[in-house]
């Protein structure tokens, strides 16, 4: 099957028609939920690469099908999964009442035992936790925590910790203070762009106020230099009309 192509758009920085960057949009598919995520197109090292931006969004809680009808955003895949999962226990229900014998014992009337947490399922949520869990300082990347990896598994939420506590130690941090650092991220991006808007901006007001001050630099010579001729010819004026008394009286003196 032909991998799904992505396509970057053009989109204004900070509301500036004049500055833009290309970035990939995705739009949740699902009726009447308005979420979209835009991803730059470019990286530090050049262009992104589509292995890279499938981990960016998948980071980001996003579940990307075969093309755009098939994109959800995190909370509407939190939403299938839940009714996934209500279905299946509604499902189960029923199978065990058709199992159900029509004599019950103090036996199987008796609460089931939790679920042992065996090896494959170790090893299943020590894989995701490989692919979502930064480090023992910075713990989950954005949008992850014990409780939605439990749910993204479909798992309960103790396995989980006990493999993250087996592998780097008790969560420093919280969904709380993950929740905000994502928005300080947000926050501090948009101001960056802010910035480098301004910036730009400064510079082109320095530009045009160094052509100004060109261009008065010119007048101010163009005028001196006028200023100059015109003195110069008024000089030569009155040079010239000195000459012409002077003959005059010359005349005037041999014919009297």
């Known amino acids: 099957m032909k991998p799904r192509q992505f396509i970057p758009i053009s989109v204004a920085i900070a509301g500036d028609q004049s500055h833009r960057r290309r970035v990939y949009r995705f739009r949740c598919a699902t009726p009447g939920c308005d979420a979209t995520h835009e991803v730059s197109s470019n990286t530090h090292s050049g262009v992104r690469a589509l292995e890279d931006l499938t981990k960016t969004m998948t980071r980001a809680g996003w579940e990307l099908g075969r093309n755009a009808s098939r994109d959800f955003c995190p909370q509407c895949m939190a939403d299938i999964r839940k009714r996934k999962r209500g279905a299946d226990s509604r499902k189960g229900a029923e199978m065990a009442k058709d199992q159900e014998p029509s004599k019950t014992t103090a036996a ?6 939790p679920r042992a947490l065996g090896i494959d399922e170790a090893l ?3 894989e995701k936790l490989g692919e979502v869990y930064v480090g023992k300082d910075k713990g989950y990347s954005d949008g992850w925590s014990d409780k939605r990896l439990a749910e993204d598994l479909n798992v309960p939420r103790d396995w989980v ?3 993250r506590e087996k592998r780097f130690g008790p969560a420093g941090d919280s969904e709380e203070a993950r929740a905000l650092l994502a928005e300080a991220r947000v926050a501090s991006a948009d101001a960056a762009l802010m ?3 301004v910036a730009e901006k400064l510079d082109r007001l320095g530009a045009i106020k160094g052509q100004i001050a060109t261009l008065a630099n010119e007048a101010q010579t163009i005028s001196a230099d006028v200023d100059k001729r015109f003195r ?3 000089a030569e004026c009155s040079r010239t009309i000195g000459r012409v008394e002077r003959s005059i009286a010359n005349i005037e003196k041999v014919f009297v």
């Open 108 to 113: 199987a009337t008796a609460a089931p035992e």
């Open 124 to 126: 299943v949520i020590a």
């Open 161 to 163: 910790r006990q493999i």
């Open 195 to 197: 910035v480098r808007a």
């Open 232 to 234: 110069d010819q008024m």
